[in-house]
């Protein structure tokens, strides 16, 4: 949109600015989230190293 065309529609341009802002939001809280699960999943992975025996076979 050209600066006489946001001039002419001030409320649209608004409205544009609010879907932006609600976007990042959501893109923000699903990649913060993501995040975590990928930690868990490592942490997970970490437990599970830990407990096996010498051998990987998980049996001592």
């Known amino acids: ?4 065309q946001s001039k002419q529609y001030p409320a649209t341009n ?9 976007a990042l939001r959501a893109n ?11 930690k868990a ?6 437990a599970n190293d830990q407990g096996s025996g010498s051998d990987g076979s998980g049996k001592d």
């Open 1 to 4: 949109m050209t600066e006489q």
């Open 14 to 22: 608004e409205e544009r600015k609010k879907r932006e802002a609600e």
């Open 28 to 38: 923000l809280a699903r990649r913060k989230q993501q995040q975590r699960s990928r």
């Open 41 to 46: 999943v490592e942490q997970d992975t970490d």
